[in-house]
Structures are given as C-alpha cells and as structure tokens.
C-alpha cells in the first residue's frame, strides 16, 4: 500500500519552457501533498505543501508564481515550473500523506523528476 | 530554528555487521520520526516510524527513540552490501517532515 506515481522521470528541454509534473496518490487520498526539490549530495527542501482546494502553502524563498501548484482532487497535485531556467535544473520530489493538515502519519514518496533546462 | 542533525559518514561497516544511525532534534514539540532510505539518484523510500519512547523492531532494522535525549537511531542487523544508501532520519512537526542531511552507509562484502 501507500504508491506515490510521479510522472515524467525525467524531462530535457530549452530554457524558456514550462514544465509540468503529476503526483498521484495510487491507494489512498491525500489532503495534502509536498513538493521537494534536492540538489546533488544536499537533502530534501520543502518548496511547498499542497492542499487539495484550497491554495497551496509555499516555504519562504520559493517563488510562487514560478512554481505553480495545483491540487485538484484527493490523488493528484501538479507543479508547474514556468519559464524555467538552467538554475532551476534539480531534482523535483512529490511525497503524499494520509491524514489532515497535522497528521503524523508517514510521508510516501514518489519515485521523482529529473529536470535538465538547457 | 528546528533542526535535525546527523553525522554525514561515510560509516563503513562489514557486511553482516551491525550498522548504527544516529540523528538528534532540536524541537521537543516533534512527536513523529522517521527514516528513510535513499539510493543515490533515487527518491527516499520509508523504512521506520516511530511515535514513542523506546525500541521498534521490524525485520533486521531496529529504530530507538529517546524523548527525554532528543534522540533517534537506526541499528541495521546483519547489514548487507544493499543496505549501502543514505539514510535520511526527519521529525514531523506541524504537519511537515524536517530532514537531517542524511548519513551515507557503505556495507563493504
């Protein structure tokens, strides 16, 4: 139990382009999602967590109008990287939790996006 | 600032040794604690939860949690050359995970 899909593994394309990424919760609703991104040899930083209806909340420093976030059901939240840049190149990782706004329950996570901006 | 802090390694140890993770916390406010496991290009992948004072054993991972210390571990049984990963230890705290920077494993055969 507890699959997180993420989807694309991995993305290559030219500075300048929006990037979507999907993360679906496989066997189980999840209010609330989070977004990660990790740089090599560095751990995980929060970007943002995502709410499902309602707006997502982001961690300071994290533009939210160049990492759209969208959670439109139970299963599935979106991030959009707008125009990115070759500074946004990371590793972007989706977790999803059962639970309310404070659960303790256990992040799962899904499986990550590669993004190389050229 | 709350914090988790662990010591990065590499810890190397023998296969079949006994491999032992350590992480501190700074917030006594955080109730819930994990580790996660994370092969190198790969997203982190649970292997422990722990809510309460004491030891929780699942197969040869063994996850310790001491409160009053403000201290969790991981003991790794019989470790293996695929236990070779970073293991990242992170408290829950008002709904989201802190991470400590991760201790890298190496299992030499």
């Known amino acids: 139990g507890a699959v997180v899909s993420q989807h694309p593994s991995r993305v290559i394309c030219k500075s300048g382009t929006s990037v979507k990424i999907e993360c679906r919760s496989l066997?189980?609703?999840?209010?609330?999602m989070f977004w990660y991104r990790q740089f090599p040899k560095q751990s995980l930083m929060l970007m943002a967590t995502s709410n499902e209806g309602s707006k997502a909340t982001y961690e300071q420093g994290v533009e939210k109008d160049k990492f759209l976030i969208n959670h439109a059901s139970l299963t599935l939240s979106t991030l959009t990287v707008t125009s990115a840049h070759p500074e946004d190149s990371s590793f972007y990782i989706c977790s999803a939790r059962e639970g309310g706004a404070v659960s303790n329950q256990p992040q799962h996570f899904g499986d990550g996006t590669r993004l190389s901006i050229l | 600032q709350k914090e988790v802090e662990q010591n990065s390694g590499p810890l190397s140890v023998p296969e079949g040794a006994i491999a032992s993770l350590n992480c501190t916390y700074s917030d006594r406010g955080s109730q819930s604690f994990f580790w996660y496991r994370q092969y190198s290009g790969k997203s982190p992948e649970l292997i422990m939860s722990?809510?309460?004072?004491g030891d929780k054993e699942d197969g040869r991972f063994t996850a310790q949690l001491n409160k009053a210390s403000q201290y969790v571990s991981l003991l790794i049984r019989d470790s293996q050359p695929s236990d070779s990963a970073t293991y990242l230890c992170?408290?829950?705290?008002?709904?989201?995970?802190?991470f400590g920077q991760g201790t890298t494993l190496q299992v030499k055969p």
């Open positions: 992170a408290a829950a705290y008002t709904g989201k995970l802190i």
């Open positions: 066997d189980f609703q999840a209010t609330t």
């Open positions: 722990i809510y309460s004072n």
